[in-house]
Nanobody, 113 residues
Framework: QVQLVESGGGLVQPGGSLRLSCAAS????????MGWYRQAPGKQRELVAL???????KYVEPVAGRFTISRDNAKNSLFLQMDNLKPDDTAVYYC???????WGQGTQVTVSS
């Protein structure tokens, strides 16, 4: 069983940046895909970005060009660099290993002036 712990959320003004981190309690090298998801108030949880073990990345359209997902297998960590943040990015952000029950507890990101 792998535990995932997110950090790096906070309050930021529109146009600002945040870097989220997800630390795993064990090795992530065997996970072919890892991802970031988010859930805004009153909405369903949704995919934000995926990164494969090959380094290939995929983004949903609203964040493409603003967010960058990366992973460091040596440090058992997943990252999400978020730039040019918008109020619509306000949500709880979760890291997840698709097709498993591995979810973090989430970190709150609030974009507001």
């Amino acid at each position: 069983q792998v535990q995932l712990v997110e950090s790096g959320g906070g309050l930021v003004q529109p146009g600002g940046s945040l870097r989220l981190s997800c630390a795993a309690s064990g090795s992530i090298s065997s996970f072919s895909t890892m991802g970031w998801y988010r859930q805004a108030p009153g909405k369903q949880r949704e995919l934000v970005a995926l990164v494969m073990s090959s380094g290939t990345t995929k983004y949903v359209e609203p964040v493409a060009g603003r967010f960058t997902i990366s992973r460091d297998n040596a440090k058992n960590s997943l990252f999400l660099q978020m730039d040019n943040l918008k109020p619509d990015d306000t949500a709880v952000y979760y890291c997840h290993v698709p097709y498993t029950t591995y979810w973090g507890q989430g970190t709150q990101v609030t974009v507001s002036s």
